[in-house]
Nanobody
Framework: QVQPVESGGTLVQAGGSLRLSCVAS????????TAWYRQAPGKQRELVAA???????YYPDSMKGRFTISRDNAKNTVYLQMDSLKPEDTAVYYC?????????WGKGTLVTVSS
């Protein structure tokens, strides 16, 4: 059973930066697409950023400019760099690893942005 594990969530002040990490062991990481989602209290889960196995990235318009997804295949890790954080970025951030008939989700890491 593959279980991605997120880390890096914490309390941060508005305007600050944070980098989240997600490690997925037991798979050939480089052939999988990855993504970060988030879910704020009382809201639906939404896509923050996605990265395909060929390295191309996608950001919804609402996420462009402050979030950057990257990966290190040698470490089976995907990252989410978050800059100029705002209180509305407060959410649980989830890692998703998918492809080849598989869809793996982490349990999430909480990011709280104080004003």
């Amino acid at each position: 059973q593959v279980q991605p594990v997120e880390s890096g969530g914490t309390l941060v002040q508005a305007g600050g930066s944070l980098r989240l990490s997600c490690v997925a062991s037991g798979i050939t990481f480089r052939i999988y697409a990855t993504a970060w989602y988030r879910q704020a209290p009382g809201k639906q889960r939404e896509l923050v950023a996605a990265d395909s196995s060929d390295g191309s990235t996608y950001y919804p318009d609402s996420m462009k400019g402050r979030f950057t997804i990257s990966r290190d295949n040698a470490k089976n890790t995907v990252y989410l760099q978050m800059d100029s954080l705002k209180p509305e970025d407060t959410a649980v951030y989830y890692c998703n690893i998918r492809g080849h008939g598989n869809d793996y989700w982490g349990k999430g890491t909480l990011v709280t942005v104080s004003s």
